[in-house]
């Protein structure tokens, strides 16, 4: 599957997945990939404007990362993965 396929199908799942946060572990989960690969997906699609990084504070009081398709954030109370 090509960086294109790969980049539209993650687009597909996000904007079907009731969370619409990832991380890298996320993307290997989805592609069936490795770490190396599924960084490099994500840095195209920041290149290209598809996602941000944002911050929030965890549960526990931590402040964590994800990512989110660009213009959204996440939503309080939504179930959000950790980079």
Known sequence: MS?????????KLL???SSEQF???WVQRKLRTGYN???????????QGLIEKVQRT?????IEFCYVLAGERPKEGQQWFEI
């Open 58 to 62: 965890s549960f526990s009081g931590d």
């Open 37 to 47: 690969k599924a960084c490099s997906i994500r840095d195209q699609m920041i290149v």
């Open 23 to 25: 991380s890298v572990a």
């Open 3 to 11: 960086d294109s396929e790969s980049i539209a199908q993650l687009i």
């Open 15 to 17: 904007k079907n997945d």
